[in-house]
């Protein structure tokens, strides 16, 4: 079993900056694939951002392509998401996950952070 607990969320304006932070317990990450998911109000889940066990591999939504970057420290068992040029369409709640395997493709996420609310006003 891994815990996972986000943190960084908060209101910001349009163009401004913010890093969520996604701290694991339980178990090691370094053999888990990583994701940030998002669900804005009255909208499905979305994977914004994903990335390998080792690092190597990352994905991005379309939609974030450019200005977010997903990272993470086995070391510290920490995931990271820098959000840059923030929209006030990237309002959400959004939600660190672990998935077994280590591959990002096909990823089967089974564990879940409670979520953290990013707010953009314009």
Known sequence: QVQLVESGGGLVQAGGSLKLSCAASGRTISSLAMGWFRRAPGKERELVASISWSG??????????????????????????????????DTAVYYCAAAPGGTIVRASYDYWGQGTQVTVSS
């Open 56 to 89: 190597g591999t990352t994905k991005y939504a379309d939609s974030v392509k450019g200005r977010f970057t997903i990272s993470r420290d086995n070391a510290k068992n920490m995931v990271y998401l820098q959000m840059n040029t923030l929209k006030p369409e």
